[in-house]
């Protein structure tokens, strides 16, 4: 059961590519999914991100300050700003343009913790950099956005915070506590977390694409282009700053992945909620999910077959066994 949940989870950006495809001409398939489903979707999405955490992953946070803080800036800095680069060097419309500076100010996505497995980056790493950009986009993402986005359209700041706190916070804490003081029903659910999280994000994308299928059809060149541009971007710039700052290749591919991944669902539901005049503001973010998935599935195949060794066992599609403090500082620092 757990290897069958495990395989399929791990093909979550065929799923996604398939969903989506099909949205494209068959909406009325995944268009009744969609007002409080994708939000629900979404706080389950990352009540099974909680449910991984342990209060000793913050700890080890406290331990490797240095690595932690150069993944957080490097992806606060990077994707912010090539969002509104591309935006404005591409002239998008000012939906589109809001959209996609929204999804490059949102933080890694979970996907990236098994991105990083497949590319035998450092997963612990991984994990705990989508905690802890996970956390800090409650202030960071929509001060970003409104500073960012703020010329195109008025930014409500404090709605994206609540918002933002409502479908981050307090399910990945829930998540956390059960894992605490329910470990026998966390032992239960999570083999079939990572495929529930999968199947939630393959939906939430092809609703909004279902929904807007005619405008993406007509806007595809210019759209696709913006999104790829974005994550292609994020996943160089990313190596390249960890590489500058002279990290290991297990570290380096960590940060570029990290960089390069974003919580689409998170942008897709704030896109929604905030911006609601704005029709077409969700739908980079539901670009978003497919690109980043294919675009970092790829990356970690070619990093793979660089890499002779065969992968370590993992237990959970979206985590792998985190290794002993010490163990994961020594890969970690330079």
Known sequence: MLRICNSLANLFPVWVLLCSGLALYFPAWFT??????????????????????????????????RIIIAGTVAHFGIMPFLGWSIAHGLALEP????????????????????????????????????????????VMTPLLVKVLAG???????????????QVIVMPVTAGLLLNRYAPRLVRAVSPVTPLVSVIFIAFICASIIGANAETIKATAL??????????????????????????RDAVVRTIAIEVGMQNSGLATVLAKAN?????????????????HSIIGSLLAGWWRLRAHQPLPAVGHAFDAPMPAPADCLDRCEP
Do not use: Q
């Open 151 to 165: 010329a195109y359209t008025p930014v409500d700041g404090w709605g994206i915070f609540l918002n933002t706190l």
């Open 275 to 291: 911006f609601a005049s704005m029709a077409l503001a969700p739908i980079p973010s539901a670009i978003s999910a497919s690109f």
């Open 95 to 138: 939906e589109l343009a809001v959209g996609l500076i929204l999804v490059s100010c949102c933080p890694c996505g979970t996907a990236s913790n098994v991105v990083s497995y497949i590319a035998r980056a450092d997963v612990a790493l991984s994990v705990l950099l989508t905690m802890v950009s996970t956390f800090t986009a409650v």
């Open 222 to 247: 210019k759209l696709f282009g913006a999104v790829a541009l974005l994550h292609v971007g994020g996943f160089g710039l990313g190596y390249v700053f960890a590489r500058v700052l002279g990290y």
């Open 32 to 65: 009744w999914f969609t007002g409080p489903m994708i939000v629900w979707g979404l706080s389950i999405i990352m009540l099974g991100m909680g449910i991984t955490l342990t209060f000793d992953d913050f700890r080890r946070v406290a331990k490797m300050p």
